[in-house]
């Protein structure tokens, strides 16, 4: 029998929302998690706004004596996971550990703690620096911790590919449980990196929106006035069940995740390809593992950064994979509400994917105001959309020349 990928539960740490549900609303309404940054004081600084996590309390999720040997982006991490892992009641069945894995990623991992350790010695000496500080730094230590603390002893490693890392994650765990690895991975990514020097490269590289007078509609993909995207923090978390062992335990079955495609531009370090090539073979791709057609596709939640070169070249390539039927195709950016969570985009929006497909809505671009001749799609800009969905696609590019693309469908 083929082995078919379901997911089985979800978990969310967000700038709008620390639960499926509130994310899920906030997407819906609108309400941005754009705001003056309060991490740190940013005088000096020519971008003083981000999409923070709120409301963030670490002994909601973990001891705190486990939380002090952890960055803030695996906590984030951890906690998305037990949302997750509670959401799916996988604790309560008796699993075996080996045919469980862990498959995490982040862009840049545990910068908080470099920044914090690098200033240490630079203003004290060598012998200061902590003992944890590369065990806390380094991305790899997600799925560490995630295996430790619930004794998962499958595949486990992490993955960085920027933008593009949650949903390599994703894409490569359905791999692997579809090639007999496991029968269940934990996947997702995290990113913390509202950082001072993390803000400054971003900003000095022209990539960052200036609308510090502004910062609830500062980010505004695909609309003609957007001046770059906004940097977000949090993580998101699916758990990726083989069907039949799904079924064995009777786990409520989300959605399933039928394709993944994925490619590299070959172009620049970190403009995308000028005709979305690379973004064409890995959406063709996720369309072929599918076994589905341009024409099956009801919505995508695009990678729609609101900066002037992505949404323009990202258009060309949904233009040139759909045809005429881009004109009936939803196409939307949550980024309008969430901020950039950089390597953590691909998990938050898979599950934004998972709810538009479960409840026959298309989440909202918010501030689209001003169309764009370069960007004529349809998008569903303000306010969500009924429609029926039965397969979506959720698409994201990173800085290097990668992409990656996930399909999900209604569990039938």
């Not at 991490?39 to 981000?50: A, S």
Request: proline share 5%; net charge neutral; glycine share 10%.
């Amino acid at each position: 029998m083929k082995r078919r990928v379901v997911i089985t539960g979800m978990g969310v740490i967000s700038p709008v929302g620390n639960t499926v549900k509130d994310f899920w609303k906030n997407l819906l309404e609108c309400n941005s998690g754009v705001d003056i940054i309060q991490k740190f004081d940013t005088e000096g600084l020519r971008v003083k706004i981000g999409a923070e996590v709120k409301g963030f309390n670490t002994e909601d999720y973990m001891d705190r004596e486990e939380a002090k040997r952890m960055d803030i982006v695996c906590q984030y991490a951890m906690a998305a996971t037990k949302l997750a892992i509670d959401n799916s009641n996988l604790i309560d069945y008796d699993f075996d550990p080996y045919r469980v894995g862990v498959v995490t990623g982040s862009g840049i991992g545990g910068i908080n703690t470099f920044e914090r350790q690098h200033s240490i010695i630079t203003e004290k000496r060598a012998k200061f620096v902590s003992p944890l500080f590369i065990p806390m730094m380094i991305a790899d230590i997600i799925p560490g911790h995630i295996s430790m603390k619930y004794n998962f002893m499958g595949p486990n490693y992490s993955v960085a590919s920027a933008c593009a890392t949650a949903t390599h994650a994703i894409g490569t765990s359905m791999r692997h449980i579809l090639a007999g690895d496991a029968d269940v991975i934990i996947t997702g990514g995290a990113e913390a990196s509202i950082t001072p020097l993390a803000l400054a490269g971003f900003t000095n590289m022209k990539a960052l929106s200036k609308r510090n007078d502004d910062p609830k509609t500062a980010s505004r993909p695909f609309d003609k006035d957007r001046d770059g995207f906004v940097m977000g923090e949090g993580a998101g978390i699916v758990v990726l069940e083989e069907l039949e062992h799904a079924k064995k335990r009777g786990a409520n079955i989300l959605a399933e995740i039928t394709g993944y495609g994925f490619s590299g531009d070959a172009h620049h370090i970190t403009a995308p390809h000028p005709e979305g090539k690379g973004a064409q073979m890995a959406i063709k791709r996720a369309l072929e593992v599918s076994n589905l057609k341009p024409e099956d596709i009801q919505y995508v939640n695009a990678h729609g950064t609101s900066t002037p070169l992505n949404d323009k070249y990202e258009t060309k390539a949904y233009k040139a994979v759909f045809g005429d039927h881009t004109k009936s195709m939803h196409i939307s950016s949550t980024k309008g509400v969430t901020g950039h969570l950089l390597g953590a985009a691909g998990a938050v929006e898979a599950i934004a994917l998972v709810q538009a497909v479960s409840n026959n809505i298309v989440p909202p671009t918010a501030n689209y105001h001003t169309p764009d001749p370069d960007c004529d799609l349809n998008i569903a800009p303000n306010k969500p959309v009924e429609k029926e969905i039965k397969v979506g696609l959720s698409s994201n590019f990173g800085f290097g020349g990668h992409n990656a693309v996930i399909a999900i469908k209604k569990y039938e």
